[in-house]
């Protein structure tokens, strides 16, 4: 396989160099490059496989009954940017509120760094925790049947991987290049929305639909493309993190614990080539799922991971390395009003908290509470931006819709951007504003922002993608 570098990038380089020699001419001086900065990088991977009986998607599904396969998180630490930048991609369903807080709290004391330059996002796979802990107490406090997750082993898991950070600083490896390469996925994503025989839109198509009309729909809005950035120590290459964006599930619901396909695509291409780090993200997937081409049986899961599979092993072998010249982090805050319609009022939300005649609708009035609480106190989202020149790593919040992946490419249209989805997961579905105007019938729940939230996530990426 070869790497080549782009020819742009070796005009650049040798520019640079000529001016260097210019100016250290003139000045009656010689001196060499290595004021350049030094980029390293530690990786670190742990389990956080929740225990039997603990809740699953918030209280929504059958709980843990059985571990099919572990969940992991897996991460980096990168030096050399100014204080560290730390990724944790985990295996939950969702992390959120004061609890999104807490792990990146605790993580960026782990790397000693500040807050904002730790980004942690979630897989969300369904069969897997939600982590909200003001939504638990609300819940305890009022007796609710309702429960969303373990707040002991919550705190145990997070300073689990605070020391899974620690423990990865001495043993980080120099960068000196980064490549990007993509590939389109066959037969995985397609959009919640199609149209029926009347040409009226429809949103049933599930992570897993027996609809054979649904089935039969065109695709819809996703993006077919799974992208790829790897960091190199020369010619050997450290890390590779792949991105797609779509919902992470193929069967699900049972009370079995999995990483699902996405996962064992993962766990699949670490087997390829142990010396280099695998980490997988999900992309802006709120409104896809692999419905069209997923009945739910549970072979079919080993069918989709291979389609995963197969599209990271034709992106790593259409990767393009270049020289790794600088990297930076920019950070805009992002406000999301809340939901306040009937509902969704305070006073609905508390009143459904001790009324509700299910417990998973205690657990949403209880999330609702929890993220009305922080937006009502003003809280923002950050929304951060890992640039390394030609390549951006950016991470939205919860289940943004994919338009906003596709928004943040057409922003850099000659630049490599790989947007993640998943941050602060408080807000629920963030959708665009004609999924409003058509009744996306996913809105009805799990919904926690008022209407306009598309302008605000396009004010945001405007700014966050500037140069």
Not at 102 to 114: H, K, P, Q
Not at 163 to 182: D, N
Not at 293 to 317: F, T
Request: glycine residues 8%; charged residues 25%; aromatic residues 8%.
């Amino acid at each position: 396989m070869r790497f080549e570098e782009p020819h742009w990038a070796q005009n650049k380089m040798g520019t640079r160099c000529v001016v260097s020699c210019l100016l250290s001419l003139c000045a009656g001086l010689v001196f060499a490059r290595n004021q350049d900065p030094t980029f390293s990088v530690s990786t670190f991977s742990i389990e956080v496989t929740p225990p039997i009986g603990h809740p699953c998607m918030g209280g929504g599904i059958a709980p843990v009954k059985k571990i099919d396969d572990p969940l992991f998180v897996h991460g980096f630490v990168l030096t050399g940017a100014g204080k560290p930048i730390v990724l944790a991609a985990v295996d939950w369903c969702e992390i959120r509120n004061d609890a999104y807080e807490r792990w990146r709290t605790v993580l960026a004391e782990a790397a000693r760094t500040d807050i904002e330059r730790v980004l942690v996002t979630c897989l969300h796979q369904h069969d897997a925790p939600i982590a909200d802990l003001e939504a638990q107490r609300l819940l305890d406090n009022a007796k609710a049947k309702g429960k969303i997750c373990d707040l002991d082993f919550h705190e145990k898991t997070v300073q689990r991987v605070a020391a899974a950070v620690r423990e990865s600083l001495p043993k980080g490896r120099k960068i000196t290049h980064f490549g990007t390469g993509q590939a389109r996925v066959d037969k995985v994503a397609s959009n919640r929305r199609y149209l029926g025989a009347d040409g009226k839109p429809s949103f049933g198509r599930t992570s897993a639909t027996r609809d054979a009309k649904a089935q039969a729909a065109p695709e819809g809005t996703i993006d077919p493309w799974l992208k790829t950035l790897s960091v190199w120590d020369g010619d050997e290459p450290v890390l590779t993190l792949s991105c797609y964006a779509t919902h992470p599930m193929s069967y699900y619901g049972q009370g079995g614990v999995s990483a699902d396909f996405v996962g064992l695509a993962r766990k699949r291409r670490q087997a390829d080539d142990p010396k280099q780090f695998q980490i997988y993200v999900s992309g802006c997937s709120g409104n896809v799922t692999a419905g069209k081409y997923n009945d739910g049986s549970p072979q079919n899961r080993a069918v989709l991971a291979d389609r995963i599979y197969q599209a990271m092993v034709s992106a790593w072998k259409g990767t393009r390395k270049q020289a790794l010249e600088g990297i930076d982090l920019r950070v805009t805050k992002l406000r999301l009003e809340p939901r306040d319609g009937p509902g969704f009022t305070v006073k609905d939300l508390e009143r459904r908290l001790t009324e509700d005649s299910k417990p998973f609708g205690h657990c949403l009035a209880a999330l609702g509470l929890s993220w009305r609480k922080r937006a009502d106190a003003g809280a923002t989202i950050d929304v951060p931006c890992v640039d390394f020149g030609s390549a951006k790593l950016l991470l939205l919040p919860a289940e943004s819709y994919v338009e906003f992946q596709l928004l943040a490419q057409k922003i850099r249209p000659n630049e490599f951007v790989i947007v993640m989805g998943y941050g602060e997961c408080a807000p629920g579905y963030i959708p665009t504003e004609q999924a409003v105007q058509e009744s996306d019938a996913n809105l009805s729940d799990w919904n926690w922002v008022a209407p306009g939230a598309e302008e605000r996530v396009r004010q945001a990426l405007e700014k966050v993608l500037e140069k």
